[in-house]
């Protein structure tokens, strides 16, 4: 059996760090409707994930040139129109988990399947957070919306491929009580 190959998804590569992790509960942005989503932070040296990402943003344009042309008379060009893919250095220049990085922000209106690295469903809400390492599949699609016109990204599922230090600044329960230190605890 052959799988059917879909220019418009990719598999992000193991190396890809989730942000903004919004996976077992949609989240309203700007009073908009609640979607699950994950700011998927893609190292520079990612080359293949990003080659991939710009093909299917290529593609998605390609596909979708009769929504972005609209009432106008011609399709704006894709350097002309919003694209997901964008870089950390130039527009989170203080955040630490962006550099040297690009990122997508990708949602979905129903909840992605999320699993581990053997492919076995994760239950235990503890372990995705924003912070992790792991595979994402996305698809990019064309919007024109109220004026806007450009390339989003769906969300479809999520695979965990190890722990990465959480983001945030909220420190892990592990990590506040690693010492057998107790001096100050009812004495």
Request: proline residues 5%; aromatic residues 8%.
């Amino acid at each position: 059996m052959s799988k059917i190959v879909n220019p418009t998804k990719v598999i992000t590569g193991p190396g890809t760090r989730w942000s903004y992790c919004n996976a077992w509960e949609p989240k309203a942005i700007n009073g908009g409707t609640p979607k699950y989503s994950v700011s998927l932070i893609i190292p520079k040296s990612d080359k293949v994930t990003l080659d991939k990402v710009r093909a299917a943003i290529q593609a998605a344009y390609e596909e979708g040139s009769s929504k972005l042309k609209g009432n106008g008379k011609s399709v704006p060009s894709l350097q002309a129109i919003k694209t997901p893919l964008r870089d950390g250095d130039i527009e989170r220049p203080d955040d630490e988990a962006y550099a040297n990085s690009y990122f997508i922000n990708a949602n979905s209106a129903s909840a992605p399947g999320i699993v581990d690295a053997d492919r076995q469903t994760i239950i235990d809400h503890s372990e995705v957070y924003s912070g992790v390492y792991g595979r994402a599949s996305i698809n990019f699609y064309a919007f024109n919306s109220n004026g806007n016109k450009g390339i989003a990204c769906g969300l479809n599922n999520l695979q965990k491929i190890r722990d990465g230090e959480p983001l945030g600044g909220k420190a892990s329960a592990e990590s506040d009580f690693d010492t057998d230190d107790n001096d100050d605890f009812l004495d």
